[in-house]
T-cell receptor, first 114, second 113 residues
Framework: SQKIEQNSEALNIQEGKTATLTCNYTNYSPAYLQWYRQDPGRGPVFLLLIRENEKEKRKERLKVTFDTTLKQSLFHITASQPADSATYLCALDMIAGGYQKVTFGTGTKLQVIP | ETGVTQSPTHLIKTRGQQVTLRCSSQSGHNTVSWYQQALGQGPQFIFQYYREEENGRGNFPPRFSGLQFPNYSSELNVNALELDDSALYLC????????????FGQGTRLTVV
């Protein structure tokens, strides 16, 4: 079955620096890979989606890369702000036989220090 | 706000009881997915419904069942509750076949005692 690894330890970063979060997966390359933000006690909020034939996607201060050879996605937040502090989840979206299955990682907690 | 609403927000049940959780999807979305999220873990996929039919299922026993209604709202039913069922239950709606961006509700916090 598909397994996803995200940094289990919290990532502390100084305000203004670039935060880089890692998502590694095993087995099959997904059709899509997504990144979500989750604040305590709230549901995840969609940030970015990248397809298997895309190398990079950007949205404002966010950038996602997808390397199907390394089976890895990197998520970057440039010019980080304390408001970026949250848990970031990556999710792999597989479609097989017309059925969809989404697998989330455990998330990486980001703390941006003023 | 995502437009996805879940009810109730909190619930306490006794082991062995049954529970029904509800989700109203975002307007225009025809697909609903349910997830279980234990403390400190990522959401675990339970199942997905598309146009009232189950369209995918994770590794959950049959006592987890669901329904999707013609207006695309959905229910998650859990029978014979166990202590380990205590978790945050999340509902997400999306538009099948366009992209898989999912819009999550705020979740239902279920505590089994």
């Amino acid at each position: 079955s598909q397994k996803i690894e995200q940094n289990s330890e919290a990532l502390n970063i100084q305000e203004g620096k670039t935060a880089t979060l890692t998502c590694n997966y095993t087995n099959y390359s997904p059709a899509y890979l997504q990144w979500y933000r989750q604040d305590p006690g709230r549901g995840p909020v969609f940030l970015l989606l990248i397809r298997e034939n895309e190398k990079e996607k950007r949205k404002e201060r966010l950038k996602v890369t997808f390397d199907t050879t390394l089976k890895q996605s990197l998520f970057h937040i440039t010019a980080s702000q304390p408001a970026d502090s949250a848990t970031y989840l990556c999710a792999l979206d597989m479609i097989a036989g017309g059925y969809q299955k989404v697998t989330f990682g455990t998330g990486t907690k980001l703390q941006v220090i003023p | 706000e995502t437009g996805v609403t879940q009810s109730p927000t909190h619930l306490i049940k006794t082991r062995g009881q049954q529970v029904t959780l509800r989700c109203s999807s975002q307007s225009g979305h025809n697909t609903v997915s349910w997830y279980q999220q234990a403390l400190g873990q990522g959401p675990q996929f339970i199942f997905q419904y598309y146009r009232e039919e189950e369209n995918g299922r994770g590794n959950f026993p049959p006592r987890f069942s669901g329904l999707q209604f013609p207006n695309y709202s959905s229910e998650l039913n859990v029978n014979a509750l166990e202590l380990d069922d205590s978790a945050l239950y999340l509902c997400a709606s999306s538009l099948q076949g366009v992209n898989t961006e999912a819009f999550f509700g705020q979740g239902t916090r279920l505590t089994v005692v």
